[in-house]
């Protein structure tokens, strides 16, 4: 079976950078972010409450939303890459997804996190099960 976990991975990055960038989720601050070249899109440690400042909670968002989906995107082709070269994913490597989507999945459980990445992450960690991959 050709591997395939990377590319969904790689998939998922991609879908989650362009519904960010949509006019559907955060396209009227990416067109803002665009005014400045996406230099400086906030006021950083000066926004924070605790210093008397007014967090942008939109612009916040939006970025995390997208940076995110290109994180997403970066370990998607070293899996890839690992699935091609080495054909088995590390254990630890699924463990560790794994718990991160859990994390997600209960901070934030109406999201893609539970409907695309649960499901990818439990077939990853029974695949690897079923390989009997070690460390």
Request: net charge positive; aromatic share 20%.
């Amino acid at each position: 079976m050709k591997p395939f976990n990377g590319k969904i991975l790689i998939y998922t990055g991609i879908a989650h950078c362009l519904l960010g960038i949509s006019p559907f989720a955060f396209g009227k601050q990416f067109s803002a972010f665009s005014k400045n070249y996406f230099f400086k899109i906030s006021d950083g440690i000066f926004e924070f409450p605790l210093l008397n400042g007014i967090m942008n909670y939109e612009n916040f968002a939006s970025f995390w939303f997208v940076y995110f989906g290109i994180l997403i995107i970066l370990i998607g082709i070293l899996v890839n890459y690992i699935e091609n070269t080495h054909k088995l994913v590390p254990r630890k490597f699924i463990i560790t997804y794994l718990i991160a989507v859990l994390i997600g999945v209960y901070m934030i459980p109406f999201s893609g996190m539970t409907f695309l990445m649960l499901p990818h992450a439990i077939y990853m960690f029974y695949q690897g099960r079923r390989n009997k991959i070690k460390v």
